[in-house]
């Protein structure tokens, strides 16, 4: 957004609240290092018994970047688009503008995939924009035993990011040679030093958007950040363009006065425009189970392989340290809205660690949520206290029911010649170090019991801020992202997804 701004000669001020990307940050192989870091803002879900029970004592895991790049700096790379009828389905909900046929265009703009076999569709794939996307040089064993299991299975090799998402893929990555391509390195960094009309601050924190008001009407004129203990205000002469994520942005709105009129008055925040922030939270609800161990396939070594691994990783960018998790499969339940598309995602990661393991985790995530939750402000401390997140798990009971049959077809895997022939085997204990073990084993009970205590979020929020026609009392802003009620202030991150995707939300 700010490359593109400033090559229309605006000028423009980046408030970043983190420090600048570290380089560690682009190893792949290191990417679980990252939650939980310094990049990270440490948030975590409200507790609740009927989801993530296995954080005894806190709430679920929240991972949202803190760093000039953002999330996307510190997440899994996934490049996934989302089905063609989820954009569809946001222009239903009367959003113009932003069908698949609409939003396609933009995909290949910001796309430069070096993969040759992908690439030969021209329809849906782009080798010339900034962003690249490709696979990653380095494959295990394990990355062909996956893939060969699932077409053992009868599911057919797919392009997610093309007209059919159902199937599986060793997936596409923002990456490049072995090392990581956040929104930074793919569109700031290369034009930083050439546009004296961008001038980026990092570590200060935006405490809240200056708004005016004129008669009937409120104009954002600018923001308030603190920078080493001083606070510094920065008017605006044209747009306050707000991109700090779908739990970041309903917070500063809120902070700022925009948000629930009477849950505002109560925290004696003065209410300039009476909005339904902070609702329509939305996250793919994930289930990983370590439940996959290997023999003589798994990639754990000994400390000076481990050297070797490192030297060969600077030295040409291949091995261990160049990759991520790279399988995954799109499932369409048999209760799917919309015929053709998925309900369930399946992919696999090393127990711990994607470098060195002997256990592998499947992952089974839902990707049509009907539950909904909610963001508000920390009433102890709403400038300064983390905003408390409500997400509101499998409150529709369908949720649930789309997991466990996505758990029902993804232990078929076990059963493959492909998975014996690997020695690889089903080891049901890590899971059952809690109450699940007195139900019967592998009946709904038991794996609806698992679901509770092994859920945890996929980390692609959505929603926060949704995007809507002015006659949806959900929505906070219109088509073109700007904020009702309020002139000079667009919110242009996930948090506007009216309708969550299908897949990662890093590339939309």
Same mark, same amino acid.
């Given at each position: 957004?700010?490359?593109n701004?400033?090559d229309e000669?605006?000028q423009?001020l980046?408030?970043e609240a983190?420090?600048e990307e570290?380089?560690m940050a682009?190893?792949?192989g ?5 939650? #939980?870091?310094?990049? $990270?803002?440490h948030?975590e ?9 296995n ?9 949202q970047?803190?760093?000039l #790049?953002?999330?996307s700096?510190i997440n ?5 688009r ?5 954009? $569809?389905e946001?222009?239903l909900?009367g959003?113009e ?15 430069g ?6 690439? /030969? ?5 782009s080798t010339? #924009?900034?962003l690249d996307?490709g696979?990653y040089? @380095?494959?295990?064993d394990?990355?062909d ?10 599911? +057919?090799?797919?392009d997610?990011?093309g007209r059919?998402q ?10 490049y040679r ?5 929104t930074y390195?793919a569109?700031?960094e ?6 004296p ?7 200060a924190?935006v ?5 005016? !008001?004129?008669?009937d009407?409120v ?5 308030s ?7 510094i205000?920065?008017?605006?002469? /044209?747009e ?6 779908a ?11 925009l948000?629930?009129? !009477? ?8 209410t300039? @425009?009476?909005?339904p ?9 994930s ?7 290997l ?8 400390f000076?392989?481990?050297?070797? *691994?490192?030297?060969s ?5 291949i ?13 369409e339940?048999?209760?799917?809205e919309?015929i053709?598309?998925? *309900? ?8 711990d660690s +994607? ?9 089974v995530?839902?990707?049509t ?5 909610q ?6 401390d ?12 499998? &409150?529709d009971?369908? $949720?649930?029911?789309?997991?466990? !049959?996505?758990?029902h ?5 076990? $059963?493959?010649?492909?998975f &014996? ?5 089903f080891?049901?204990?890590p899971i059952? +170090?809690n109450d ?7 009946s709904?009970e ?5 679901? &509770? ?5 996929l980390?692609?929020?959505? #929603? ?8 949806d009392?959900?929505?906070v802003?219109d088509?073109?992202?700007?904020v ?5 202030l667009?919110?242009?991150?996930a948090?506007?997804?009216p309708?969550i995707?299908r ?6």
């Amino acid at each position: 957004m700010s490359a593109n701004i400033t090559d229309e000669l605006c000028q423009v001020l980046l408030i970043e609240a983190g420090p600048e990307e570290p380089k560690m940050a682009l190893i792949p192989g290191l990417t679980s290092e990252f939650k #939980g870091s310094s990049m $990270d803002w440490h948030y975590e879900m409200r507790p609740k018994k009927s989801f993530c029970q296995n954080r005894v004592g806190s709430g679920c895991e929240v991972v949202q970047g803190r760093v000039l #790049g953002g999330t996307s700096s510190i997440n899994d790379m996934a490049y996934m688009r989302g089905s063609p009828a989820d954009y $569809d389905e946001w222009a239903l909900f009367g959003n113009e503008g932003w069908s698949f046929t609409n939003v396609l265009p933009y995909f290949k703009y910001s796309e430069g995939n070096y993969d040759k076999d992908i690439t /030969k569709n021209k329809f849906f794939h782009s080798t010339q #924009g900034p962003l690249d996307v490709g696979r990653y040089p @380095y494959v295990d064993d394990n990355v062909d035993v996956l893939l060969s299991a699932f077409n053992e299975l009868g599911y +057919n090799y797919t392009d997610i990011n093309g007209r059919n998402q159902l199937g599986f893929m060793r997936i596409q990555t923002m990456s490049y040679r072995g090392e990581r391509v956040s929104t930074y390195t793919a569109f700031i960094e290369p034009v930083r030093k050439l546009r004296p009309n961008l001038e980026i601050v990092t570590e200060a924190l935006v405490t809240n958007i200056l708004l005016e !008001e004129l008669r009937d009407t409120v104009r954002a004129v600018g923001i308030s950040y603190i920078r080493n203990g001083t606070k510094i205000r920065a008017k605006a002469k /044209k747009e306050v363009i707000l991109s700090a994520g779908a739990i970041g942005s309903p917070k500063l709105l809120m902070q700022s006065g925009l948000g629930p009129k !009477e849950y505002l008055e109560y925290l004696d925040i003065k209410t300039y @425009y009476d909005l339904p922030v902070g609702g329509n939270f939305q996250d793919h609800l994930s289930v990983c189970l370590p439940v996959l161990k290997l023999t003589r396939t798994a990639t754990t070594v000994k400390f000076p392989e481990k050297l070797k *691994d490192i030297t060969s990783y600077y030295a040409k960018g291949i091995g261990p340290l160049s990759a991520n998790f790279q399988v995954v499969a799109f499932i369409e339940s048999s209760i799917s809205e919309i015929i053709g598309t998925p *309900d369930i995602e399946v992919r696999f990661k090393g127990h711990d660690s +994607n470098l060195y393991y002997d256990r592998i985790d499947i992952c089974v995530s839902l990707l049509t949520p009907k539950s909904r939750g909610q963001i508000v402000l920390n009433a102890t401390d709403y400038m300064f206290g983390k905003p408390l997140i409500y997400p509101n798990f499998l &409150k529709d009971p369908t $949720d649930e029911k789309k997991l466990l !049959e996505g758990i029902h077809q993804v232990v078929k895997l076990f $059963d493959t010649e492909v998975f &014996k022939n690997a020695n690889i085997e089903f080891d049901p204990r890590p899971i059952l +170090n809690n109450d699940c073990k007195y139900h019967e084993k592998v009946s709904d009970e038991f794996w609806s019991c698992i679901i &509770k205590h092994f859920s945890e979020p996929l980390h692609n929020y959505a #929603g926060s801020c949704k995007m809507g026609p002015s006659n949806d009392v959900e929505s906070v802003v219109d088509n073109n992202l700007r904020v009702y009620g309020v002139s000079n202030l667009r919110v242009v991150d996930a948090s506007i997804i009216p309708k969550i995707t299908r897949g990662s939300t890093a590339a939309p």
